[in-house]
């Protein structure tokens, strides 16, 4: 039983992370209904920033509450720059082309970026400073959920919430959800379409550093190409819940988080990443408006 | 045509833009272990003056690709390519061609058998981007999972030839029909998904491919792979290493020769069209009578089908295969070349396997950079140059007047 | 003459919205029918709904295609995928251009071949004596239809560098190509100059003449209707209000009311 509940908190704890992933890809499919590919990179991109900042602030000597905030909000900007690079680069001038433009596009960006970064800085792992710091809790069962993994459950909360809050009450958050659901009609009520688009990117952007900065210091290193797998159980978590819909790719990551848990716990951990793909797989074909998509008629 | 102030100031701007981006990853370099930093801030001034100028380039680009745009729509053509200008030039196809016969016919005897090799390996990629080309490229599909069929066939011949010792033209057509069997296989479920979960999909069916061969040791003999697959026999006379590589460098001519034919015949016909009218429109397509999800099948399988046999190839090749061969990677660099080239068009994708794989080989500078510059090629391309180096032209029929009228 | 297409209690949910509510509507052999209504009145959903693109909630959709002499058979086609719609014999255009922009004007008729056809891959590859000879009488098929609706000076040109107007006939010539007996125009007229839909006019009427092709039009050209049509079915919120000829829609009351503020100009 302590087995299944070990499993079962790690499973949330991996949920989490997919969930702030998951959800850019859900934001930004339901506004321009693109898979960005690059996703997964800008996470990537975000967990070594906070990286290299977390590193040159430790030989300054900084103490360590000050490295956490200053390489996680490095790590936020960078992506949301990165994020909104990328779609003035690569997405932007397709708005009207074909359907499979933006797609290829979106591809050779990712290929691109981990490129990017494997040139610039290595392809060996490297280790990730554990930047969530240890400390004592929930006494003797501490071996069920570390202190790390309490740190993520927590933050994760918080900015599920701080998000919602700001789809459903802010300007933004309205001119988003008018986009998502008809763009043209959203311009012509006078919604800066670009802009939504580009804060769209930036927010789910910063999200991903966040997920970046979370994960790295739970597994405790990462390499260029992080993001690929990343990017892509993300995404099946996104669709599993209903690409488009925001408590859909949380419902979708939890949920993917648990299955990978306890499959690797009770089944075998060699095909680990075998039973996301499997996963993403079935839901596509049986059920590809996922969970709490709703199935949209073509119009002809 | 001068800069004026103000874009020379939007360039300014775009490239302290590009040096703030790209400050941390290129400029600091950390060394965690032992807790050393390095500063490469000439790394900072590149960006800045290279993204200074590329701004240029890029609006330019941009400026031509709007003006173009106009102009087909005014009704004059697009602006032709650099390889469209010398393919539609009678003066130079006629010697090109001629030169290009010869070329091919001395290649492996005047170059050594490393030289060869990378003409086999690029011949390879131009008969895998002729068989994506067929499903990305003429039915509009996007296939991600294109290395799978490739690793079918390889595995195909790896295992036969480990187990039953069958030879390498005895197996080329079964790896012809693996290929196609695992594309109907996989294709059935899948194909009637929209565009963008297609490629998801077929992204996750190679991987799940792929982690099988790894992890399932008592079948594909996991990480380490096969060794010592026998190479092609000529009549049933095994080759000495250099003339056996000779010998399949032709067989490889061969083959991308057939496959052309094949290709050829295919996209001006009637199945061909369907695939073309799917890819235009699929709802206009089924409303004229077309059957989507079993011309997407054949298409698929096809595809595949061409994957199974240089699959088949590659394994007599390199005489090893193991999983590490058939990551996602090959798939993206299968796809640019249907993307460099021109989707649809035979010429333009061969061309671009040439480029994209010997350009690295013999330019050793760009080898480092090979997969980064093949990702911008996919970007660059979609932005600019939708239809490839060589736009896929239709054909043309002729009708005399008096005939019909 | 006999009835063709039949359609009887046809309804149509979208969740909460009934798009179509209990339609009935049939059309003979022969007959160029007209299909009006204020926008949004559920015409379009109509032709998707007998076209098998939609799939329609309750009702059904009988057709007896006008076989030999005599011989005609009734069949239900609900369900039936847009494809094999086609097959059995009723064509259709889209109100948003559907063309294959990046085929010439030939292919793109020679698509509409496609469903009375059938080379394979192997006689692609191949090209057998018999296939060639397929070939070439798509080929000739195609263009003969080309001529017939004027179209032949584009035979090679792209489908998207076509004026639009002749955009719009392509459409009708590519239905044409899959042999129907009967072909579904969405608002064949839009867009098109005075000259160009009197064209049209006469062009459709000489489909009807010369074919023997049945015609069902959604038209907001209340001048073309009234000129071309037998019967003229008109519709509202997703329910038929009135139905007759040109002569008793233009003079029906409820007609006009539901035209209020939508101008009738005939």
Redesign the interface.
């Known amino acids: 039983m302590e087995y299944f509940f070990e499993l079962f908190l790690g499973g949330l704890t991996r949920g989490s992370i997919y969930a702030l992933i998951a959800l850019g890809y859900t934001m930004v499919y339901g506004i321009i209904?693109?898979?960005n590919f690059a996703h997964g990179e800008i996470y990537m991109?975000g967990a070594?920033?906070a990286?290299?900042?977390a590193?040159?602030l430790?030989?300054m000597g900084l103490n360590e509450f000050a490295i956490l905030v200053l390489a996680s909000i490095?790590a936020a900007v960078?992506s949301a720059?990165?994020g909104y690079?990328v779609e003035k680069?690569?997405y932007k001038?397709?708005r009207h082309?074909?359907?499979?433009?933006?797609?290829?596009?979106a591809?050779?960006?990712?290929?691109?970026?981990?490129?990017?970064?494997l040139?610039?800085?290595?392809s060996d792992f490297?280790?990730f400073?554990s930047l969530i710091p240890d400390f004592e809790f929930w006494e003797p069962y501490s071996h069920l959920l570390r202190s790390t993994q309490l740190v993520i459950l927590v933050t994760t909360t918080v900015i599920m919430v701080l998000l919602t809050l700001l789809i459903k009450y802010t300007k933004i958050g309205k001119a988003m959800r008018a986009t998502a659901q008809d763009r043209s009609m959203a311009m012509l009520v006078g919604v800066n379409v670009n802009q939504v688009i580009s804060m769209t990117f930036v927010i789910g952007s910063c999200l991903a550093a966040v997920g970046g900065v979370l994960i790295a210091s739970h597994i405790g290193q990462i390499n260029f190409f992080i993001g690929?797998i990343a990017g892509?159980k993300a995404?099946?978590a996104a669709?599993l819940g209903g690409v488009g819909s925001i408590p859909g790719a949380v419902l979708g990551s939890l949920i993917l988080g648990l299955t990978e848990s306890f499959a690797t716990g009770y089944v075998s951990s060699?095909?680990e990443?075998?039973f996301a793909?499997?996963l993403?797989?079935l839901i596509?074909?049986f059920r590809?408006a996922g969970l709490l998509g709703r199935s949209t008629?073509?119009k002809? | 045509m001068m800069p004026t102030l103000s874009e020379i100031k939007k360039s300014f701007l775009v490239s302290l833009?590009f040096m703030?981006?790209?400050f941390?990853?290129?400029v600091?370099?950390?060394n965690?272990?032992e807790?050393?930093?390095l500063w490469r801030w000439e790394?900072m001034a590149y960006m800045g003056i290279g993204s200074f100028l590329l701004s240029f380039v890029w609006r330019y680009m941009?400026w031509r690709k709007e003006t173009g745009k106009k102009d087909s729509e005014s009704g004059t053509l697009q602006l032709p390519s650099f390889f469209e200008r010398i393919l539609s030039d009678r003066r130079y196809i006629v010697p090109a061609t001629a030169a290009g016969i010869a070329l091919v016919a001395i290649f492996p005897f005047v170059m050594d058998t490393y030289q060869t090799n990378i003409m086999i390996t690029a011949l390879m990629y131009i008969v895998l981007g002729l068989g994506l080309n067929i499903v990305?490229g003429l039915a509009?599909l996007?296939d991600?999972g294109y290395v799978a069929f490739y690793a079918v066939g390889a595995y195909t011949y790896g295992l036969l030839n480990h187990h039953f010792g069958l030879g390498f033209w005895t197996v080329l057509p079964i790896g012809a029909v693996m290929g196609a069997f695992f594309g109907i296989l996989l294709g059935f479920?899948?194909l009637r998904?929209?565009?963008?979960?297609l490629?998801?999909?077929t992204?996750?069916?190679g991987?799940?491919i792929r982690?099988?061969l790894e992890?399932w040791n008592e079948f594909s003999f996991g990480p380490s792979g096969i060794a010592q697959i026998a190479r092609p026999s000529l009549f049933g006379i095994q080759l000495s290493l250099s003339s056996s590589i000779i010998y399949l460098y032709f067989v490889m001519i061969g083959m991308v020769l057939f496959t052309i034919f094949v290709v050829n015949r295919l996209q001006n016909s009637r199945i061909g069209r369907a695939w073309i009218a799917l890819r235009e429109d699929e709802?206009a397509c089924q409303a004229m009578g077309i059957d989507k999800t079993r011309t997407k099948l054949t298409a698929f399988a096809l595809g595949a089908t061409w994957a199974g046999m240089v699959g088949v190839i590659f394994a007599a090749k390199t005489t090893f295969i193991n999983p590490a061969s058939f990551t996602?990677?090959e798939s993206?660099m299968i796809?640019?070349i249907v993307?460099l080239g021109g989707m649809g068009s035979i010429v333009g994708v061969s061309i671009a396997a040439l480029i994209l794989i010997l350009l690295p080989e013999y330019l050793r500078a760009f080898s480092?950079?090979r997969?980064?510059i093949?990702?911008?090629?996919?970007?660059i391309m979609?932005?600019f140059r939708?239809q490839g180096i060589v736009a896929n032209v239709r054909r043309s029929y002729k009708f005399q007047p008096d005939k019909h009228s | 003459m006999e009835t063709i297409l039949e359609v009887n209690g046809l309804t149509m949910d979208?969740g909460g919205l009934r798009a179509l509510d209990h339609l009935n509507i049939d059309i003979r052999r022969g007959e160029i029918v007209a299909l009006i209504g204020p926008n949004g009145a559920g015409k379009?959903t109509f032709f998707?709904c007998i076209t098998g693109?939609?799939l329609p909630t309750q009702g059904d959709i009988i057709i007896s295609p006008p076989k030999a002499e005599g011989t005609h058979k009734r069949e239900r086609i609900n369900g039936l995928k847009p494809n094999q719609v086609t097959e059995k014999g009723m064509a259709r255009t889209?109100q948003n251009i559907r063309l294959f922009p990046n085929m010439t004007v030939l292919e793109n008729v020679m698509i509409g071949r496609h469903c009375r056809t059938r080379a394979g891959v192997a006689g692609a590859i191949f090209r057998n004596r018999a296939m060639v000879r397929e070939e070439q009488s798509i080929v000739d098929d195609s263009f003969r239809v080309l001529e017939k609706i004027g179209l032949a000076r584009y035979v090679n040109d792209q489908a998207r560098n076509l004026p639009y107007g002749a955009q719009r006939l392509l459409e009708i010539a590519r239905a044409l190509a899959t042999e129907p007996f009967l072909i579904l125009l969405d608002e064949p007229a839009a867009g098109m100059n005075p000259q160009e839909t009197h064209e049209l006019d006469e062009l459709i009427t000489r489909i009807r003449d010369d074919e023997g092709i049945s015609i069902l039009l959604i038209e907001h050209d209340m001048k073309l209707v009234m000129s071309l049509s037998n019967r003229i079915f008109v519709m509202d919120y997703g329910k038929k209000i009135a139905q007759g000829t040109p002569e008793e829609i233009r003079n029906n009351p409820v007609v006009i009311k539901a035209y209020l503020g939508e101008e009738i100009d005939a």
């Not at chain 1, 359907?99 to 290829?104: F, G, K, T, V």
């Not at chain 2, 998904?193 to 979960?197: A, F």
């Not at chain 2, 093949?374 to 970007?379: E, K, T």
Request: hydrophobic letters at 60%; glycine letters at 4%.
């Open positions: 209904e693109l898979i991109i070594f920033t990286l290299i900042v590193s040159v430790t030989v490095a960078y720059a990165y690079t680069i690569a001038p397709l082309a074909p359907r499979l433009s933006p797609l290829i596009s591809i050779g960006m990712s290929i691109f970026l981990q490129n990017y970064v040139l610039a800085q290595t490297l280790p400073p690929f892509i995404f099946t669709v060699d095909y990443d075998v793909f499997a993403l797989v596509l074909i590809p008629m073509q002809v | 833009w703030f981006l790209t941390p990853i290129m600091i370099r950390v965690t272990t807790k050393l930093v790394n941009l990305v509009g996007l991600l479920p899948v998904l929209r565009g963008d979960y490629a998801i999909v992204l996750g069916f991987e799940i982690l099988i992890n709802v996602f990677l993206a796809l640019a993307v480092e950079f997969m980064l093949f990702g911008a090629i996919m970007v979609m932005v939708p | 979208f379009t998707n693109i939609y889209f």
